[in-house]
């Protein structure tokens, strides 16, 4: 287990004890027990209330309402042995009452209240074991489906799956808490318009679907592991809910290219302990004490690659990234990394994905494997077709080039245009101190 779900199973643990309640002294206490259940079962109470109900929206909505009578009642009452089926109980017992107070105007209401009886026998066992799997598979799927937006997919599947408030999700992706409110708001009526099935796809849409599932838990990780804006170089906790939301798809649908994004998720986040130093500035790979990479990670991560190698179906995107992780991962330095291995492989994920950062990372491997100057131009040919004249990575990695080629005013122009196109203050940070490096009006300690 990560050391966060640690943390949070340590919690869920200590919010029970061997006997029927809990007692608390205030608010503060039954806040913390109501965040640690929901941060581990928001999944399975959402999933369940969903299939109880077959209406996804509601089932998100009936879930938050549990949880605010949660805060009041943990408060007074004590926290329950079982929190996670009095959420669950509650959640059930509000959608009776919601069912009936529609009935008298909406025949279908009407039939769902009658089904949905609180005297029926079992009515409380909303935890099915041979249904569990299929709930939060089913909520996965829902929360990425291709018909919402890329951004509406993030923040639906980290505030439903991922169990993340709205301010976290806010924070993590540097936007306004309304913003993040309105997204998921919409998501679930576009969901709700569409009349999206609280169901596994079908065998014909899996592909599509499970693609759409791959790419957002994709997202979120590469946000947190190379953020986009802020002060912060890394966001390891977006980055880790990523990872466990990796770690529970190959589990529900063990699908090579899903063991592909574990591996490759896995073998990245290997590095971050050695990504920051003990003043938490940027380490860039080269500077890296490559000992303090995190071996769990990565046997973790080629065991992952192991499985999708052993489909014999071929890798796909992510499992040609996790290959090139790999790489650096068992290489004992930058120097004897297999450079050249790596620009084959980024020559394969560009005819697979063709993307213009897919070729900038080949024009990294080229000239470490063959010099900068058939780096450069690589980097000459993304810069002709104006693919990248927004990003700062281009004229970043130019700069660098350059630098190798002893071309250090041209190099220091390049470095300078980056600074001014990059949105994150610790990386731009790094690009300052080389231009400090390389003298001249931004550094004269430098020699000529």
């Known amino acids: 287990m990560d050391p966060e779900g640690a943390c949070l199973a340590r ?15 205030g608010a503060s206490e039954a806040r913390g027990a109501v965040e640690a259940v929901w941060r581990m079962e928001s999944a399975r109470i959402v999933g369940a209330l969903a299939r109880y109900t077959g209406d ?35 959640g059930r017992r509000r959608a009776i009452d919601a069912f009936r107070r529609r009935a008298a105007r909406d025949e279908r209401y009407a039939a769902l209240a009658r089904d949905l009886d609180d005297e029926t026998p079992g009515a409380d066992v909303l935890f099915n074991p041979d249904a569990i799997d299929d709930d939060v598979l089913s909520l996965m799927f829902i929360s990425c489906h291709p018909v919402l937006s890329k951004e509406a997919r993030i923040a639906l599947t980290l505030r439903v799956v991922g169990g993340l408030g709205s301010e976290e999700i806010a924070k993590a992706f540097l936007v306004p808490v309304a913003t993040i409110q309105a997204r998921i708001t919409r998501a679930k009526k576009t969901l709700a318009a569409v009349h999206v099935p609280f169901a596994p796809p079908e065998p014909h849409e899996l592909g599509e679907r499970l693609s759409s ?47 592909g994004l574990l591996a490759l998720l896995e073998l990245t986040a290997a590095r971050f302990p050695a990504r920051l130093d003990s ?36 890798l796909g995107a992510y499992g040609l990234q996790a290959s090139i992780a790999e790489c650096h991962a068992v290489a004992p330095s930058v120097e004897e990394t297999d450079w050249p291995k790596i620009v084959v492989l980024y020559e394969a994920l560009g005819r697979l994905a063709p993307s213009p950062i897919i070729e900038l990372n080949r024009a990294v491997a080229v000239a470490m494997a063959y010099g900068p100057e058939d780096g450069l131009a690589v980097v000459d040919g993304i810069d002709s077709r104006r693919e990248l004249s927004g990003s700062h990575l ?55």
């Open 394 to 448: 281009l004229p970043a990695i130019r700069g660098e080039m350059l630098t190798r080629l002893g071309r250090r005013n041209e190099a220091r122009s390049a470095l300078l245009h980056a600074v001014t196109l990059c949105g994150n203050a610790a990386e731009r940070a790094v690009l300052e101190r080389k231009i400090s490096e390389l003298g001249g009006p931004q550094g004269q300690n430098a020699s000529p």
């Open 11 to 25: 919690a869920y643990r200590a919010a029970l004890k061997p006997d029927h309640l809990k007692p608390v002294t």
């Open 56 to 90: 996804f929206a509601l089932a998100e909505d009936l879930a938050q309402d549990a949880l605010g009578e949660a805060l009041v009642s943990w408060s007074v009452d004590g926290i329950p042995a079982q929190p996670a089926g009095w959420l669950l109980t509650v």
């Open 213 to 259: 599932v791959l790419q957002v838990v994709y997202l979120i990780f590469t946000e947190g592991s190379f953020a986009s804006g802020g002060d912060e170089w890394m966001r390891v906790d977006l980055a880790g809910e990523a990872l466990r939301l990796a770690r529970v798809l190959v589990r529900l649908k063990p699908e090579p290219e899903a063991f």
């Open 279 to 314: 003043s938490g500035h940027p380490v860039l790979l080269e500077d890296q004490d490559r000992r303090r990479w995190d071996r769990s990670a990565i046997r973790r991560g080629r065991a992952a690659l192991a499985r999708a190698v052993a489909s014999g179906r071929g």
